[in-house]
């Protein structure tokens, strides 16, 4: 294949990883941000913050993940955005395994909705969030400029 037309393929590639990626967490945040005392109740099960902090954690949250879709949408900054979602996404990881490993069986309240609590939801979160790390990485490690000698 010819050089420039891969190297074309891969920058519009990562454009579209940036654009699906700045949608989803602009719309998950600003699901959690509607919803914050919703968001704060499916954040008490996990236990790992003391009850007092839920809300403003929620909050906190929703508006971290509407600033990293943004961010990753503009070409100058995106890299931030995308290290922001990658850290996001691992976060998530941890905290969904977590819960799993110790028998708490909740809804993540990724996305909102009324989602009923199940392993193989939160498992299928977990593997969800696995792929959005990965194009968040994809996008960190994946330097594409234009060749300026085409």
Same mark, same amino acid.
């Given at each position: 294949?010819?050089?420039l037309? &891969?190297?074309?393929?891969? =920058?519009?590639? $990562? $454009?579209?990883i940036r654009v699906v990626l700045g949608i989803t967490f602009l719309f998950a945040g600003a699901i959690k941000a509607s919803a914050s005392e919703e968001f704060a109740l499916a954040l008490v099960p996990f236990s790992i913050l003391p009850?007092?902090?839920t809300g403003t954690?929620?909050?906190?949250?929703?508006?971290?993940e509407i600033a990293a879709g943004l961010l990753i949408l503009l070409p100058r900054v995106h890299r931030i955005g995308s290290a922001m =979602?990658?850290?996001? !996404?691992?976060?998530? =990881?941890? $905290?969904l395994t977590w819960a799993l490993s110790?028998? &708490?069986i909740v809804s993540c309240g990724c996305f909102g909705g009324d989602e009923t609590?199940?392993?193989?939801a939160m498992q299928l979160a977990i593997f969800r969030?696995?792929?959005?790390?990965? !194009?968040a990485a994809l996008t960190l490690v994946l330097r594409v400029r234009p060749n300026p000698k085409n």
């Open positions: 294949m010819n050089p037309r &891969l190297q074309k393929i891969q =920058i519009w590639s $990562v $454009v579209l009850e007092s902090w954690f929620a909050m906190a949250l929703a508006i971290t =979602i990658l850290l996001l !996404a691992l976060l998530f =990881i941890g $905290v110790n028998g &708490l609590p199940s392993a193989s969030d696995i792929g959005i790390a990965s !194009a």
